[in-house]
């Protein structure tokens, strides 16, 4: 039951992913989760392209950044694991970038 209920999720946000990318192809991955997740995008600490997301969205278990990855086509950025220093904003990670998507 769990794991239909995660893989029901999963498919939910990725139709949203998919709607929202053909409506707005030239779209960053923030302005997705802006959009999916309004109330992720009220960090007070992590400021990303302006946006204020969440730090757990750029883990490298996130769902949201895998699929994000997953389907970029021509117009999108990659975006890479981000590490978490609540002393800092959020700073890529280069070495966890290629282990994961």
Not at 33 to 42: F, G, R, T, V
Not at 77 to 87: I, L
Request: with cysteine.
């Amino acid at each position: 039951l769990k794991k239909e209920a995660y893989e029901a999720c999963l498919d939910a946000i990725r139709q949203h992913l998919f709607a929202f990318l053909a409506e707005s192809p030239n779209v960053t991955y923030e302005d997705w989760i802006e959009e999916l997740h309004p109330e992720n995008a009220k960090s007070t600490r992590n400021i990303v392209r302006g946006k204020r997301i969440d730090h757990r969205f750029y883990m490298p278990d996130s769902d949201h950044r895998q699929l994000w990855n997953e389907n970029l086509g021509e117009e999108r950025e990659f975006v890479p694991v981000r590490k978490y220093n609540p002393d800092d904003h959020l700073s890529a990670a280069p070495k966890l970038e290629k282990a994961s998507k």
